[in-house]
């Protein structure tokens, strides 16, 4: 909890969440998990992180890259079922939310995977952190 109170903008009255508060949110569901696989190369813009706690899987992807979008293929044990699907992305790296404009990035839904049988194809833009939620 107090970790989310360093996050949170305040001026007078006014509150907002900043871009830090939503990845916070967003890697919450790895809490408790047991890592399955993790992933960064010094050379290269992609990272990530899976998680399980019991039938559900947690994948985090970030991508650092300022310009390019990235393709991902995760091959799982059994046919997984999508429970939820969100990213924060923006085109300027600049942006950020402030107590006079609180909500110039949020996390909003993810739509560009596909899952076909065991496989999730996922196109990653860059600028973005994304968190996928599975039923396997």
Do not use: W
């Not at 091959?75 to 429970?83: D, Q």
């Amino acid at each position: 909890m107090n970790v989310l109170k360093l996050i949170l903008l305040t001026e007078g009255g006014k509150m907002t969440k900043t871009s830090s508060y939503f990845v916070f949110e967003q890697h919450e569901k790895h809490r408790n998990g047991k890592l399955i696989d993790c992933y960064r190369d010094k050379n290269d813009t992609i990272s990530y992180t899976v998680s399980k706690k019991k039938t559900e899987l947690t994948i985090s992807i970030c991508n650092d890259s300022l310009t390019s979008s990235e393709e991902l293929t995760f091959s799982l044990e059994g046919v997984p079922r999508l429970k939820e699907a969100n990213y924060i992305v923006d085109e300027d790296f600049e942006r950020h939310n402030h107590v006079d404009y609180p909500k110039t990035m949020s996390k909003l839904d993810f739509t560009n995977y596909e899952i076909t049988g065991n496989r999730i194809y996922i196109t990653v833009p860059a600028m973005s952190i994304i968190i996928l939620r599975l039923e396997v």
